[in-house]
């Protein structure tokens, strides 16, 4: 099976040549058809003329407008009809791609992906998710990270259970254990948003629910998806990042101080370069938005090659293991042990 991807060349904050050179490289995969560059065309054609690769798997399809981060979303989406975002989605929409990936505005492409690709029937709000990095071997899903501010119980339960299937599929993980993610363990804990949505994942079919998990927990592996409202979420991932880029700038700082320092970071510095390698967000690529009738993924504004070409290489995966089709047996009740929730 030959998968081909659209690519947004027109998100990424260091601009058209990182995403260029990440999408080409990304060839080396055989599973990739072709990959289809979204974007002003002239600016693409300039960067892919520095690279040698095989023309016969690389389309540009012109789009002549971007959208601003700025920008109101839904506006955007509505009135710039020929930005890089709405014609890389359309593709998706007409089949003549199987993802879209982007690293523009988060709201943008939310938006222009719920109107123009639409949710799987029976998903009542699409959520996007991100791997974060435990003390374990692997990592936890947080649902949702930022595509809804404002949910209702029953969303966190289908959270949870889109979650489940990315684990299952996309990380292997058997059984994946679900957390709610709260002020404490107890389960009279939280708000009336999370009492309730408590209640309703403990009698959901298809999940393995652990109980609440305080955000504490997640950095040593206690559940492997964590459930909540993107508010929540989106404050919990940027936290996360901004903790481990500060622990590593210590680290630094301290292990250059002096001289025993010195010889001590020589000697660790293998077992910290796998440390910084499991923290770095450009192996691990872009964040599904879960729940689409379609693969759109959102890399990260700040990415560079190495992160778009990441981004490329779980949507082969993603779609491989048809994590699509297997939320949308979930809603209808045909995927064994789980229930339309």
């Known amino acids: ?50 690279l040698t690769y095989d023309k016969g798997r690389v389309e540009v399809v012109h789009a002549s407008e971007v959208i601003d981060p700025k920008e109101v979303p839904t506006v955007a989406i509505k009135t710039k009809k020929d930005s890089s975002i709405v014609v890389g989605l359309k593709l998706v929409k007409e089949g003549r791609a199987a993802a879209f990936v982007s690293a523009g505005s988060t709201g943008a492409v939310l938006a222009g992906a719920t109107l123009h690709v639409g949710r799987i029937r ?25 595509a809804n501010m404002d949910t209702k119980p029953e969303y966190l339960v289908q959270f949870a259970q889109m979650g489940s299937v990315y684990m299952e599929k996309i990380m292997r993980v058997k059984s994946p254990k679900v957390g709610l993610i709260n002020v404490g363990v107890e389960e009279d804990k939280g708000n009336a948003q999370t009492k309730e949505a408590f209640g309703l994942l403990s009698e959901a079919s298809g999940i393995n629910f652990a109980g609440n998990v305080e955000s504490r927990e997640i950095t040593y592996g206690a559940v492997d998806v964590a459930v909540c409202d993107g508010f929540v979420g989106n404050v919990l991932l940027k936290y996360a990042e901004g903790s481990a880029k500060g622990i590593f700038a210590l680290l630094k700082r301290e292990l250059t101080a002096g001289t025993v320092s010195k010889i001590g970071g020589l000697l660790a510095k293998k077992a910290f370069g796998r440390i910084r390698k499991k923290f770095d967000y450009t192996e691990i690529g872009g964040s599904p938005f879960m729940g689409l009738n379609g693969l759109v993924v959102k890399a990260h504004g700040s990415s560079n090659a190495k992160a778009i070409r990441s981004s490329i290489r779980q949507c082969v995966r993603f779609i491989e293991t048809d994590v699509v089709g297997e939320i949308k047996a979930m809603q209808e009740g045909e995927r064994d042990g789980i229930s339309e929730g």
């Open 1 to 50: 099976m030959e998968i081909n991807i659209a690519v947004d060349a027109m998100g990424a904050d260091a601009g058209v040549s990182v995403v260029v050179e990440g999408a080409v490289s990304s060839l080396s995969d055989p599973k990739i058809g072709r990959i289809i560059l979204v974007g002003r065309e002239d600016e693409i054609e300039a960067h892919l003329a520095k």
């Open 122 to 146: 029976g998903i009542k709000r699409p959520a996007l998710g991100v791997l974060i990095p435990n003390t374990t071997e692997g990592y936890t899903f947080i649902m949702d990270v930022g």
